[in-house]
């Protein structure tokens, strides 16, 4: 293999692609990007068997062939050649990297042992505006569960149905769900896409004006953008039945400013965060919405204003999981249902049903 491109443009490539590289694993070529030089361009793989992403740069040509190579080391060396032009060839097990007037090497791996990614066929398809995925994406993602104990909620459930997409996501403590209306779809889709790979989509999305398809068969999703393909393993199983969880009447519902709640609650979790249970208590009276925290460090006691209909009720909660689900909303009011100090609260927008947050109370002495 032989060819020749701007760092620049071998740098971004290289940067998109090795985050599907492995970071832990018995197999080196996961740990991998295989570069592939043929007719007027380069392609650029990693995947770590859930997630691929291929990219493909324009490159000069002068000899075709494909290699394995370190992702991470190849990706940290490249990114300080930007301003170079790179010609890659191959010696032997040893990929040559000539910039200027220098050459550097890295240690290779056959290309023909690299895992086999299987291209996605086109049994669904759904088409979203650009912006609409990213607040999908960005409203529910982070309610994922990250350990392995159950694997389905380490993924959002994906529903498209008549012409809305809802993301559902929840940890066991919390939950969030998030609609947004579909362009164009090819019949139901149902199925759960690992949060990780819906995080690498969102820093893929460009333009918000433009409209992004979102290809779908029983066990793989493929998103193309550009010059980039993104393909996810999907999660197999029954994801959690929410239906059955979501309360549909309140005791208690606060409608407050969002901005001055957020403040107060992040606020208040800085000193939360110093105790091992990092709990904020919200003491909610007629005058108003008592925020506060109470450790070792010291104590951070605030109110904000809010209207309420309903009982008083003071409540607990994880400051972490109260602090994303505020900040991941950018409404000038929400709203807010309790219904006593160990049920569920339910965040909401003051209108509509375009996001629903819930967080389950922490039990105190």
Excluded: W
């Excluded at 170079?84 to 990929?95: A, D, F, H, V, W």
């Amino acid at each position: 293999m032989k060819s020749v491109c701007e760092g620049v443009e071998l740098s971004d490539a290289v940067s998109k692609v090795v985050k599907a590289c492995s970071v832990r694993t018995t197999n080196p070529l996961l740990e991998c990007i295989k570069i592939t030089a043929e007719n007027d361009g380069m392609i650029l793989l990693a995947t770590d068997g859930e997630l691929s992403i291929r990219k493909k740069i324009r490159a000069e040509i002068f000899e075709e062939g494909s290699v394995c190579v370190p992702g991470k080391y190849f990706a940290e060396f490249i990114k300080r050649l930007e301003r170079e032009q790179i010609s890659l060839s191959t010696e032997g097990e040893r990929l040559d990297i000539r910039y200027a007037d220098s050459v550097s090497s890295l240690q290779t791996l056959p290309a023909e042992d690299f895992p086999r990614v299987d291209a996605v066929a086109e049994e669904q398809k759904i088409t979203v505006l650009t912006k609409d995925l990213k607040d999908l994406i960005a409203k529910t993602v982070f309610c994922c569960a990250q350990d392995d104990s159950r694997p389905v909620l380490k993924g959002v459930l994906m529903q498209a149905e008549e012409d809305t997409l809802r993301f559902t996501a929840l940890d066991g403590y919390r939950m969030a769900l998030c609609s947004r209306p579909i362009e164009e779809k090819s019949g139901a889709c149902k199925l759960i896409c690992p949060g990780r790979a819906l995080t690498e989509i969102a820093r893929m999305l460009g333009s918000e004006e433009e409209s992004v398809e979102i290809f779908a068969q029983h066990n793989a999703l493929r998103v193309s953008i550009d010059d980039t393909e993104l393909t996810a393993r999907l999660y197999e199983g029954e994801f959690v039945n929410v239906s059955n969880i979501i309360p549909h009447t309140f005791a208690s519902t606060v409608v407050a400013e969002r901005e001055p709640l957020a403040e107060s609650v992040e606020r208040a979790a800085v000193l939360a965060k110093t105790d091992k249970s990092s709990i904020v208590v919200l003491d909610v009276k007629e005058e108003g919405m008592n925020v506060s925290s109470n450790t070792s460090v010291g104590r951070v006691d605030e109110n904000v204003k809010i209207a309420l209909e309903g009982k008083d009720v003071t409540i607990a909660l994880n400051s972490k999981y109260l602090s994303e689900c505020i900040g991941a909303v950018s409404d000038e009011r929400i709203r807010i249902g309790f219904n006593g100090p160990v049920a569920p609260c339910v965040v909401t927008p003051e209108e509509g049903e375009e996001y629903l947050y819930l967080i389950l109370p922490v039990r105190t002495s």
